[in-house]
C-alpha cells in the first residue's frame, strides 16, 4: 500500500518546498503516509514477540520500577513540590521521562533515517523529507501510552489533577518542533558522517542526567546550575510540572518564546536537510 501511494506522489512547487512553513506543509500534504510508514514501524517493532503490542505498556512500566527504586529509595531523591504520598517520586520522574522519550527517540533515530531507508532515496518522487516526521510521530505514540499510565497512576495518588493539565499536550508543541528541527539536521549530516549516529547516543545519555528528571532544579548547586538552565529541555519539564501538580498555567512569555525558537530549530533543521539531500544518493 506505501509503494502505490509513493507512486502518485507529486514533488511541491520550489517556493513551497523552502519557504517558512515548508516544513508544516511538508507534513500536512503527506499525513496520510507518514501516519501509514509510522503504524508500519509500529507494528514491525514488535513483530513475531511473544508479548506482542504488550511490551508498549510494560517497557515503561519496567523503566518506571527501576529508576523509581534506584533514585527513590537508594538515593532517596525527593522533589520541592507542594504534593505529598509514597508514589510522589514516581508521579513527578515519570512525568520527565516521557517527554525526555520524545527527544531521544527521535535523536537517536535521526542519523540513521536515510541511511536506513536507502530505497527511498533512490525514488525520484519520494519526499525523504517526512522521514523525521515518521519519528517524530512513532514518538508521540510512545509518548501517548506513558501518558495514560500516568494518568492513572495521578488519579490514584492525586485524584482528579487542576484544570492546569489541559495546557500540557500545548506545551509539547514547541518541543516537538524543536525535536523534529534537530533530528532533520541529524538526517542530513548522518548520511555523510557515519560515526555522529554513536556520538549522539553518548550525548543523549550524558543530557538525561544533566535534565532535571530525576532530581529538581532546586537541588542542583548554584555554581552548577547554569548547566541545567542552558537546556532547553529543562524549561519544558518545568512548565509542565507546573501545571500537573502546582495547578500553575504555562507562563505566556515562556511559551511565546519557546514556540519562536521551535520553530527557528525546526526551520533551519528543514533548511540544512532540503540543501544537503541532493547528495544522498551519491553515498548511500
Keep these: ?39 508500519r514501524e509500529i507494528a514491525a517493532r514488535y513483530q513475531g514477540s511473544a508479548l506482542g503490542a504488550m511490551w508498549l505498556v510494560i517497557a515503561p512500566l519496567l523503566q518506571l520500577l527501576i529508576y523509581t527504586f534506584v533514585f527513590s529509595i537508594v538515593f532517596k531523591a525527593k522533589w520541592d513540590l507542594p504534593v505529598e ?3 510522589v ?39 525523504l523529507e517526512i522521514m523525521p516526521w515518521v519519528a517524530a510521530v512513532s514518538a508521540l505514540f510512545n509518548f501517548c501510552i506513558g501518558l495514560a499510565l500516568l494518568a492513572v497512576i495521578y488519579l490514584i495518588q492525586f485524584g482528579i489533577p487542576p484544570a492546569s493539565a489541559l495546557a500540557v499536550p500545548l506545551l509539547i508543541i514547541p518541543f516537538v518542533m524543536m525535536t523534529i528541527g534537530l533530528t532533520y539536521w541529524l538526517a542530513a549530516t548522518g548520511v555523510y558522517l557515519r560515526d555522529l549516529a554513536q ?17 529538581s532544579t532546586d537541588q542542583v548547586p548554584e555554581s552548577f546550575r547554569i548547566f541545567i538552565e542552558i537546556n532547553p529541555i529543562s524549561s519544558v519539564l518545568g512548565q509542565i510540572r507546573g501545571c500537573l501538580f502546582e495547578a500553575k498555567w504555562p507562563d505566556p512569555v515562556w511559551f511565546i518564546a519557546a514556540f519562536a525558537f521551535g520553530w527557528g530549530v525546526l526551520y533551519a533543521g528543514y533548511a540544512w536537510f532540503t540543501k544537503t539531500r541532493k547528495g544522498f544518493a551519491d553515498v548511500v
Excluded: H
Aim: a positive charge; charged letters at 15%.
Design 89 to 127: 517520586f514516581a508521579v513527578v520522574f515519570f512525568s520527565g521521562l516521557i517527554v525526555y522519550n520524545i527527544f531521544a527517540e527521535c535523536v537517536n533515530r535521526g542519523p540513521r533515517l536515510i541511511l536506513e531507508n536507502p530505497n527511498y532515496v533512490k525514488r525520484l518522487v519520494f519526499p
Design 199 to 215: 556520538i549522539v547516543v553518548l550525548i543523549t545519555m550524558l543530557l538525561m542526567f544533566v535534565t532535571p528528571i530525576f532530581y
Design 1 to 39: 500500500m506505501v509503494s502505490a501511494s509513493v507512486s502518485t506522489l507529486k514533488q511541491p512547487a520550489t517556493a513551497a518546498r523552502y519557504g517558512p512553513l515548508a516544513p508544516i506543509r511538508a507534513f500536512y500534504e503527506y499525513r496520510v503516509l507518514i501516519f501509514r510508514l509510522a503504524r
Design 85 to 87: 504520598g509514597r508514589l
